[in-house]
Structure formats: structure tokens, C-alpha cells
């Protein structure tokens, strides 16, 4: 396996996973251990109501694991979200986030090799999923669509959960007034040099995902990372008033040139295209102002961390020991005191 001498941290996001986070969390540290010169595992756990805050607490301890970082949520939020405290508060030089129910941490080292190469952003998708209902296959396939036809991306394949960025990656999306929302499509969407990869490997969820669960993740990403669907809106709109317009003249016309025209038909098919005519046009000044407003908007915290602890041991600290060396001077009636650093 290749050695890279680099700082790398690695994000975990975990809910309820009391039973299986000691051997999964093992399992990483194990990896990453002989993959890299320095690491942190930074653990998100998205406001699990088992027992899992407590074992992380007991797997930071002195007999713990080292180089653990463990952010504890008080409320559940989504995957995306979830991730991003994660990022925001890495320190290594790439970050990788990986879902250790789906994910493999074991093709890591290939991704390393094209980040160290040059690439930005690896994207890793893995081939074998969890199990799904119809109804979820069908309504991600719809909405992969409709936000590859607003944002020229094919959202799963191009984009999937698991990926390493470089830190000027994270740093970019920080820029951003609601990093925690467009940190899933910006690596793909920024201009950045980006490598997709594939593998199949079985992963260790057991349960079948479900439409209900992913309802709102995906309608937050489809109208907050791009205008579209407002913009189809104010078309549409302006499509029906330029209907009504045409409809009004042609009832006009008929008005002027037929002479068997039912009495009072002129005057109701005007005075209904005249009317949604005007409801259009207001439909098209709401649509730019939402637009705009959406702009401005300032959005509260999307997550707080009520916890946040570190193992009792990091490796990198313990690497930094410092000696007192006595340097020969050149005077024997006095001596110099440096400090080195391991």
C-alpha cells in the first residue's frame, strides 16, 4: 500500500449506530494508521437517541482511540448538513467524507493517488447500493434529471456522497453564505479539476431507503443550489399572459367580423383573458422578487453542536516532543540552551 506524508481528515457521519461503532470506527483508525503521516477521524453524531454519544465518549479515553474528534448534534438534520460541520472544522490538507454504512474506506489510497496527483476533488461512487423501494429509485431518477437539466449535473453520478477535497476546496465553499447547502453540488459545479472513480463493494447497511426520508433533502437542493424552477415559473407566467394577450385580440377580431356572436360573448372572454392576463403579470413580478429576495436572505444556524470532544491521545502531539540541547559556545564561561523540535 502507498504511504502518503500527508495530513488527512476524514469525516464520519453516524446516527444510532451504537452496536457497530467501535468495530467501525477500529476498522478506520486501522486503515488510516498505516495510510497516511498524520490523521483525524472527526466523528458527526447526527443527534442519535441510543447509546452512541456515550461510547464515543469511552472510545476517546486514554485506552480509546487517538486522533478521534466527536461533534454531537442536538437535533437531526440531513446528510449534506451533517457533513459540513465536519468539514468546517477539519484541519487536515484533504478532507475526505465517507458514510461508513455505504462507503469503503478501503479504496481510499486510490483517491489519494489522483488527489496527490492534482485533482481538486475525487468523487467515488460505489456501484453495489443499499436496498431501495420503488418509489425512491423513481423519484431520484426524476429528480437527477430535473437537476441535471438546471445545473448540467447528474447529481448521484456525478456528485455522490463520498469524495475528497483539497482544503482550498473547503475554504472556497466557505466563502459561500450557506455553505452547509451547496457544499454537495459546488466540488462538481465550481470550475475545479475533479476525477470520478467507481468500485463496488458490499456495503453494511441493512435497511431499505425510503422515499419520505429524502423528500425534503432533495426539494431543498433542487430550489436552493439553482434559479431554475423560479425562472420556469416567471416564464410560464409570461407565457400565459402573452396567451391571454393573443386570445383578447382574437376575441376582438371575431367581435368585429362575425355577426352571428353569441350576446355577451365578446365582453366575458375579454374580461377573463383580461384577468388572467393581470394575475400572469403579477405572477411574473413575484416570481423575480422571491428570486431576489432568496439572494438577500440570511438564513439562522442550520444545526447546532451541543457536544464536542477530542481523544486523549493525538498522535501529531505526541511526535512534537521537545528537548533542551546544550550548544558549545565559544566562550567556555558560558553555554546556549536551544529548543528541538521532533
Known sequence: ?????????????????????????????????????????????????????????RM???????NLQVYALTKKVDTDTASWVGLENALGDFVAVIDPLTDDIAFLPHMLEKATDGADVVFANNQLKPRQSFAYRTACAMFNRLYKFFNG???????????????????????????????????????????????????????????????????????????????????LSI?????????????VAISLFKTDVAP????????????????????????????????LTNEGPLYHVGQEFTSARITRREKLNVEEVMLPNTSTAHKTTEHVTK
Open 264 to 295: 355577451g360573448w365578446t365582453s366575458l372572454s375579454l374580461q377573463q383573458s383580461g384577468m388572467f392576463f393581470l394575475i400572469s403579470l403579477v405572477l411574473v413580478v413575484l416570481s423575480e422578487y422571491i428570486l431576489h429576495m432568496t439572494s
Open 239 to 251: 407565457f400565459g399572459a402573452t396567451a391571454n394577450l393573443i386570445y383578447s385580440v382574437y376575441v
Open 153 to 235: 449535473i447528474h447529481l448521484t453520478k456525478d456528485a455522490p456522497q463520498y469524495r475528497l477535497l483539497s482544503k482550498h476546496v473547503v475554504n472556497f465553499i466557505l466563502q459561500h453564505p450557506q455553505p452547509a447547502l451547496t457544499y454537495r453540488h459546488l466540488p462538481a459545479t465550481g470550475g475545479f479539476v475533479r476525477t470520478n472513480m467507481s468500485y463496488s463493494a458490499k456495503p453494511l447497511a441493512t435497511h431499505t431507503k425510503k422515499l419520505g426520508d429524502s423528500i425534503d433533502r432533495g426539494m431543498r437542493l433542487l430550489l436552493s443550489t439553482t434559479r431554475g424552477p423560479m425562472r420556469l415559473v416567471a416564464l
Open 60 to 66: 476517546t479515553q486514554q485506552s480509546g482511540l487517538p
Open 1 to 57: 500500500m502507498t504511504f502518503f506524508p500527508i495530513f488527512l481528515s476524514v469525516v464520519y457521519v453516524v446516527r444510532n449506530q451504537d452496536n457497530t461503532l467501535e468495530s467501525i470506527l477500529q476498522n478506520a483508525s486501522t486503515h488510516l494508521a498505516s495510510l497516511v503521516s498524520d490523521y483525524e477521524l472527526i466523528i458527526i453524531d447526527n443527534a442519535s437517541d441510543d447509546e452512541s454519544v456515550s461510547t464515543l465518549k
